[in-house]
């Protein structure tokens, strides 16, 4: 895809900014600054990715360029920091002991799409901006510990293979989704991800997508061996894991990777490009990722865009396909978000559907599932134990009987993004995030032994990104930086840097 109707920024302007951001007292919260180079139609020809000790030209498929200093993404390591020792031991790492898995693919994806900003720029681990939204708990940043989401396959089809040294992309999980629910393989030729039939065989009368916003992929192994998530254990015990999860597309956050992961497409492709970002087509800034949005994803998505459901309805007319508490879901039978639209016709678009809902939803204060100590503590952690309960409500109904269940269901779960997002990794909070969520997804496994399907069910558990922990003393901004040097600049996300005058 090209840029068209996107004015390319004055070669002064861009150079001005980038010496900005890569001066050495931005260093402690600038790991990277990225940015395009295209040819004469708009295509991105390369990326290139600088700091404050060097910088390179990144090209898919070919070796990086220094072109001066050190590299700053040398180290593409997919399994570097996947295990709980490691991160423990490294939290947070600097840029020179960091490593950023597939660079050049994830960053030209990015930068391929019309609402992309001019400059990227990548938070250091540790940057605490809590002023312009950030948590104790951070992810977005193309760095391997936020950008690796747990990948562990269950249940039918699927061998008991343990822990495997071995990573996917979260693009992967879409195809895979697809293929096991009965979606012929040529038919996903063309996407951005493959299917993982190394892995798991097609073929199941059930397929389960569950998807735990957020959660670490080695705190989850980790905890599964320790006996503290015994459901996650369970699944371990009747398939597999991948050592070094599934790599996210940047930026490593919520709506563009729940997008990549329910079409097999990168952002450059799919259009979902953050939480938020510039439309300058439009002239408007698009928040997809709120409470009065979340339910019309696919109103930014790309003309090329098939999500897992609509492939199913295509070659598996009457099939029928769930989507539970996620926002990309065109094309499911059922549908939480759906829902929701359907309430706007009598409450209001603005965010009068979800109003109404929010209504029926249980207590927290009474949820089996939950840890009271932290819904009572925490206004986020409560609401989102409220959406999680309500989603096994969902599921459960949906899956009553045997000769009723869907053919394809995703579940999402949100809990373990405020739990994460409130403490920091491995923060009494952050822990009992997961173990709620594995105290559902036990409730789940029981129905499936209950109603006798758990061994003709492929289960699929995942994540959107990974988090790292930011350091409270670690704050700054750049913008007032770059407003100093004379550059005019609008900055979402933060670190999505359109230059030039709005």
């Not at 007292?25 to 395009?36: E, F, G, N, T």
């Not at 999860?245 to 799919?270: K, M």
């Amino acid at each position: 895809m090209t840029t068209a109707g996107a004015e390319a920024p004055s070669a002064a302007d861009l150079s001005r900014a980038v010496d900005v951001l890569r001066a050495e007292a931005l260093a402690p919260i600038v790991d990277l600054v990225a940015w395009p180079e295209r040819d004469g139609s708009g295509r991105v020809e390369a990326v290139v990715v600088a700091n404050h000790a060097g910088s390179s030209r990144l090209r898919v498929g070919a070796p990086h360029e220094v072109l001066d200093g050190r590299d700053p993404v040398a180290d593409t390591d997919p399994l570097r920091f996947a295990t709980y020792e490691e991160v423990v031991a490294d939290p947070s790492p600097p840029n020179e002991r960091n490593a950023y898995p597939l660079p050049a693919e994830r960053l030209s994806s990015l930068f391929s799409e019309a609402r992309a900003p001019d400059l990227a720029v990548v938070h250091s681990p540790r940057h605490y901006f809590a002023d312009r939204g950030g948590h104790l708990g951070e992810h977005g940043s193309l760095d391997v510990i936020q950008s690796r989401a747990p990948l562990l396959l269950s249940g039918y089809g699927v061998g008991q293979r343990g822990i495997l040294a071995a990573h996917a992309r979260t693009v992967d999980v879409g195809p895979t989704l697809a293929a096991c629910s009965g979606v012929p393989t040529e038919a996903l030729a063309g996407l951005d991800g493959r299917v993982l039939s190394e892995y798991v065989d097609a073929g199941a009368r059930h397929v389960v997508g569950i998807l735990w916003d957020g959660a670490p992929s080695a705190d989850l192994l980790h905890h599964a061996g320790t006996g503290l998530l015994p459901n996650v254990a369970r699944l371990l015990e009747r398939g597999l894991a991948l050592r070094g999860g599934a790599v996210a597309e940047f930026p490593s956050i919520t709506l563009c990777n729940h997008t990549s992961l329910l079409t097999g497409l990168g952002p450059g492709r799919h259009g979902v490009i953050g939480n938020v970002f510039y439309d300058r087509v439009a002239g408007a800034v698009v928040v997809p990722n709120d409470a009065s949005t979340w339910h019309r994803s696919a109103d930014w998505f790309r003309d090329e865009v098939v999500t897992v459901f609509e492939q199913v309805a295509r070659h598996r007319p009457g099939a029928i396909t769930a989507s539970i508490d996620e926002p990309v879901d065109r094309g499911a039978t059922h549908s939480t978000m759906g829902l929701i639209r359907a309430g706007e016709q009598t409450a209001g678009r603005d965010g009068g559907g979800a109003r109404a809902l929010a209504a029926q939803l249980p207590s927290p204060l009474e949820s089996p599932y939950a840890t009271r100590e932290f819904v009572v503590a925490d206004a986020d952690y409560a609401w989102n134990s409220q959406i999680d309960d309500a989603g096994l409500a969902q599921v459960l109904g949906l899956w009553e009987r045997a000769d009723s269940a869907p053919a394809l269901t995703w579940w999402s779960h949100i809990v373990t993004d405020a739990g994460h997002h409130a403490g920091g990794p491995r923060s009494p909070i952050a822990v009992a995030s997961l173990i709620d969520a594995d105290r559902r997804l036990g409730a789940f496994l029981d129905h499936l032994e209950a109603i006798g399907l758990l061994d003709e069910t492929t289960v699929l558990l995942t994540a959107d990104h990974g988090f790292e922990g930011a350091d409270p003393g670690c704050t700054g901004d750049w913008v007032p930086a770059l407003k100093a040097a004379g550059v005019e600049v609008q900055d979402h996300g933060p670190g999505f840097l359109y230059l030039g005058a709005p």
